[in-house]
């Protein structure tokens, strides 16, 4: 079993943390060493970590700049390693009534690296968000929390499973 998974993230509000914490905390649960950083602070390689999970929230149609530039950054790292991604961002309930493709960036970034999945889960942006759309949207009264945890925690266990069945894979030589 992979050992060591990095949760990286861009946030600008903390939302998108807030679902990389709870992506790290299932897979802890699950037995792995699990350390969820903003991707602006992680170090030089990545080369430490046995698999990755990069979330971005988006704005204007573009993932967060900091998860852009960290997929950028460790591209030939990432591309030995199984790596997930995911979205946050509609302010409504679309992404649990549905699923929601990646915009164009994250898109580009799944064929290059061949990533095993990208999934967008609801966004939040609550009373005191940063930035002047954030408070346009507020005054508008479209803000509100529209993250659904459950999913989110039945999606990082879906991520263990598979890193799970990898080893045993690679442990016998087949999977069973």
Request: no cysteine; proline share 3%; glycine share 12%.
């Amino acid at each position: 079993m992979p050992k060591r998974v990095l949760v990286a993230y861009g946030t600008k509000n903390g939302s998108t943390a807030q679902i990389a914490d709870a992506v790290a905390a299932v897979l802890r649960k699950d037995g792995f060493t699990v350390e969820s950083l903003p991707a602006r602070s992680v170090a030089a390689s990545v080369a430490s970590y046995d698999a990755l999970v990069v979330g971005g929230g988006l704005y204007a149609g573009r993932w967060h700049r900091d998860a852009r530039r960290f997929l950028r950054r460790h591209r030939g790292e990432l591309a030995d390693r199984p790596v997930w991604l995911f979205s946050s961002g509609p302010l409504d309930a679309s992404a649990s009534e549905r699923d929601i493709p990646p915009v164009s960036d994250v898109r580009r970034v799944m064929e290059r690296l061949d990533v095993r999945e990208h999934i967008t889960f609801g966004g939040a942006l609550e009373e005191g968000a940063k930035g002047f759309v954030a408070g346009m949207i507020l005054r508008s009264g479209k803000g509100g929390d529209f993250r659904d945890f459950t999913a989110i925690e039945t999606w990082a266990a879906r991520i263990g499973t598979e890193l799970a069945g990898a080893h045993g894979q690679d442990q016998k030589g087949t999977s069973d």
